[in-house]
């Protein structure tokens, strides 16, 4: 109950092109739900979270739309750049009671000129 | 400190020998997580500790791996007899009760030969 499943393992977007990755969780406890972006040879960083109170935030390029009765959210990257390559890693958490954060596999994206 | 703080950087050992990872947390973080990470691979779970609570170890992949958080702060993994197979990045992590952002360190390369 405490996995969080991501999909595609790896993505190849041209350079201006929609990035789109996709996770599902179980545990409707969740109510935190964070992306990290993970540069070679860096420690992952928070990129962007989401409580499901709302249904999209967007920070610039990158929204998180979220599906509460799907136990779902994604995140897009609009017009990706070059720069984007990385892995993304989305993640869930309860800010109250057990907060382990809970992350998914991984997204290794990169984006072609 | 600014960050978490994780040392050595770089390890290079023998199969067989012991080794011990050390991590610094953000100071006044009560969550600490380690994190293992394969070349190209995602985040693999090896435990949590939070606050005085007992530890979580569900991510522990053998007896050969331990790791103990002395008073509250800096923590250490250890692996023993070490196997060419536990060649991996070793990420700690942090974060503050009741946050929900886990800040990471750069992590520890460790290879064995």
């Known amino acids: 109950q405490q996995q969080v499943k991501q999909s595609p393992q790896s993505l190849i977007v041209q350079k201006g092109g929609i990035s789109i990755i996709n996770c599902a969780y179980e545990?409707?406890?969740?109510?935190?739900f964070p992306w990290y972006q993970q540069f070679p040879g860096k420690g992952p960083a928070l990129l962007i979270a989401i409580r499901p109170d709302v249904s999209e935030k967007k920070e610039g390029r990158f929204t998180i739309s979220f599906n509460k009765s799907a136990k779902q959210f994604s995140l897009h990257i609009m017009d990706s750049q070059p720069g984007d390559s990385a892995t993304y890693f989305c993640?869930?958490?309860?800010?109250?009671?057990?907060?382990?954060?809970?992350f998914g596999t991984g997204t290794k994206l990169q984006v072609i000129p | 400190g600014a960050g978490v703080s994780q040392s050595p950087s770089n390890k290079v050992t023998e199969k067989g020998k012991d080794v011990e990872l050390r991590c610094d947390p953000i100071s006044g973080h009560t969550a600490l997580y380690w994190y293992r990470q394969s070349l190209g691979q995602g985040l693999e779970f090896l435990i949590y500790?939070?606050?005085?609570?007992?530890?979580?170890k569900s991510g522990l992949p053998s007896d050969r791996f331990s790791a103990e958080r002395t008073g509250g702060s800096v923590s250490t993994l250890t692996i023993q007899r070490t196997q060419q197979e536990d060649s991996a990045v070793y990420l700690c992590a942090s974060s503050r009760l009741g946050g929900t952002e886990a800040f990471f360190g750069q992590g520890t390369r460790l290879t064995v030969v």
């Open positions: 545990n409707t406890a969740f109510d935190y």
């Open positions: 500790f939070q606050g005085n609570s007992a530890p979580d």
């Open positions: 993640a869930a958490s309860m800010e109250r009671g057990y907060q382990k954060v809970t």
